[in-house]
Structures are given as structure tokens and as C-alpha cells.
């Protein structure tokens, strides 16, 4: 129970995440790493890290362990509509809430651009240019229709959407689009964490589905249990193993119609004798009748039987206490 506890608290401090406005130099930090130095495959090894501690720690044949996956999982859910919720609120410039701490001294490490800045496509970034996608957010910032393609500083110059704002109202516009596309980075590493969990849920589901399939459609003709026994007695000594307690009673059967007990036996691959041959047990409800105090015939054939059972427990008896005897003459 302490791993699982200790597993949850592990993935909830890697899927979630604290953002920081740094005042000085007008720009958001996401998990202490600026947002316009967040590459598109930050989270990669975030989703790494998450499956290598599922497989390290989850059991996946045990029950318990898928139902802390489909608790995670729920988490998660949670997570992801939270998220969307928060996503939603930026879809402007002028964002409706506050959502982040605030500091105003200036960093010890600061990034090596602006946020209006964004550096070359090279080697060391994966040749990656985020351009195109700041672009876009932008353009959804001020419902820009038509596509931009020029510097992002010159777009809004040419579009009239600048008048009035400063340098550091720029800065600003880009740091909430760079906060933007690592909201959507970190929300796409979520979706693919919640695909990990449902396809492990799933996997163990079908699994578990096959193997029932399986119990219920296998018939072990040749694994059955035959008794010496017409079918009224062997009605009579179930009956009676439920009476006396050594067949457990059911505590749902107020009505004490033994519905499990009959339903089992019909099911359970037992044979009694008819005549010269064993045949399957079927249909128990007629040879084990609740009421059985109506008929003094069937009565008789029950008291037959049970004295007959006696006999022969009394004869076993007589058999077991010799070998004892000879058992303690020599000492054992």
C-alpha cells in the first residue's frame, strides 16, 4: 500500500506543473525553465519517466494495482477538463485571471532571449523553429483570420494591432503566446500518459475476459464426479450436508430455497447412477424439495438413506479405529 501511496505522489508531482511571472524581465517561468526556451519535445521524458515507474512498480496481473491505474487514471481526467478549462481562458491577450505566483527580482538565470525573440533553427534545438506555432497563437490572441508569416513583431506592426502598446507590452503578448504552447505541450504529454494507463486498464480487462471465457467454455468431460447414487439420494445427501452445516449456507437465501446449491450441482460436471450407466445431473430442483415434510413415502426414503449412510460411517469408523490400534502396538 506504502509503494502505491508513494507511486501517486511521485506522478502527480510530474504531471503537475507551477508557473512564475517574473517581473524584471517580463516573462514566465514553467517548472523553473522559461517559456520561450520550452523545445517541443520537453515532456518527452516526463512520459519516459511515468511508464518506466508503472512498470517498475505496478503488478499487472493483480487486481488491486489496476484499480490504483483506473484511480490515477480518473485523476488524470480531472486534470486534463482542468487544463482545457485553463487553455480556454487564454485563448486572448488580455487573460481573466491570474493564475500564477509573481516575483520581481531579477533571475540568476535569465534566458538568452526575448520572448519576442526567438533563436535560430540549429543542431543544439533540433533544428526547431517555433515561429510558425507562436505565430498562430498570436494570430488567435487578436482573431487575426488570415495567416502570418512575417517576423512576429512586424506582423503586428503591419496588422494595426500594436497602437499603444510598448516594448514591454510586447514582451508581455509573446510571453503569455510562449506560456500558451507549453500549456498545450504539457497537455498533449497528459493525453499520452492517460493512453498509457487506459490501454494497461484495457490490456488487463481483455485478458481477464479471456481467461473467464475460457473457464465457462471449457467442459472437462473427463474431470467428473460419479456417484453410486440415484438421483433422488444424491438429492438427499446434499440436502442434508446443507442441513447439518457442512455445506455452508447461504446467508442471501432468506427464503431458503437453495437456488445456489441446485445451480451448482447442475453445473459441476456430476453424474449419478441410473439403472447400468451414470448420467449428468439436470434439473436438482425436483429431487431436493424444501418442503419435505408433506409426504410420508418421501420422508421414509430420506430416513432410509441417511440410515444407510450411517451404516456404512459406522463401518468406516470400525475400520479406522483398528489401523489405530495397530498403529499405537507399534508405537506410532
Request: glycine content about 2%; hydrophobic content about 40%.
Amino acid at each position: 500500500m506504502l509503494k502505491l501511496v508513494k507511486l501517486n505522489q511521485k506522478i502527480s508531482e510530474l504531471l503537475n506543473f507551477d508557473i512564475d511571472f517574473n517581473e524584471s524581465i517580463n516573462n514566465f517561468s514553467y517548472n523553473k525553465m522559461w517559456v520561450n526556451e520550452i523545445p517541443s519535445n520537453y515532456f518527452k521524458p516526463t512520459i519516459s519517466k511515468i511508464e518506466k515507474l508503472i512498470d517498475k512498480n505496478i503488478d499487472y496481473n493483480d487486481e488491486q494495482n489496476i484499480y490504483f491505474i483506473e484511480s490515477v487514471l480518473e485523476d488524470i481526467q480531472e486534470l486534463i477538463k482542468s487544463l482545457n478549462n485553463r487553455l480556454l481562458n487564454y485563448s486572448s491577450y488580455d487573460f481573466s485571471k491570474i493564475e500564477w505566483s509573481v516575483s520581481f527580482d531579477f533571475p540568476d538565470n535569465p534566458p538568452e532571449n526575448l520572448t519576442t525573440e526567438l533563436p535560430t533553427p540549429l543542431p543544439s534545438n533540433n533544428s526547431e523553429s517555433k515561429t510558425p506555432v507562436i505565430l498562430q497563437i498570436v494570430r488567435e490572441f487578436f482573431k487575426i483570420e488570415d495567416t502570418l508569416d512575417d517576423s512576429l513583431i512586424d506582423v503586428l506592426i503591419e496588422k494595426n494591432i500594436v497602437t499603444g502598446y510598448d516594448d514591454y507590452e510586447l514582451e508581455l503578448i509573446f510571453a503569455k503566446a510562449h506560456l500558451v504552447y507549453a500549456l498545450i505541450l504539457h497537455l498533449e504529454m497528459i493525453y499520452e500518459v492517460a493512453g498509457f494507463f487506459d490501454s494497461i486498464i484495457q490490456t488487463y480487462k481483455r485478458r481477464k475476459a479471456q481467461v473467464e471465457e475460457k473457464l465457462i467454455s471449457f467442459i472437462p468431460e473427463d474431470l467428473k464426479l460419479e456417484f453410486n447414487l440415484s438421483k433422488t439420494n444424491l438429492g438427499h445427501l446434499f440436502y442434508n450436508l446443507y442441513e447439518i452445516g457442512i455445506i455452508a449456507k447461504d446467508k442471501k437465501d432468506v427464503k431458503d430455497e437453495r437456488t445456489n446449491l441446485k445451480n451448482y450441482i447442475n453445473h459441476a460436471n456430476i453424474y449419478y447412477f441410473d439403472k447400468s450407466t451414470f448420467t449428468k445431473v439436470q434439473k436438482m430442483t425436483r429431487a431436493m424439495p424444501v418442503d419435505r415434510n408433506l409426504d410420508s413415502k418421501l420422508l421414509e426414503n430420506e430416513i432410509t438413506f441417511l440410515n444407510d449412510m450411517v451404516e456404512k460411517l459406522s463401518q468406516r469408523i470400525d475400520s479406522l479405529t483398528k489401523i489405530k490400534a495397530e498403529l499405537v502396538k507399534r508405537g506410532h
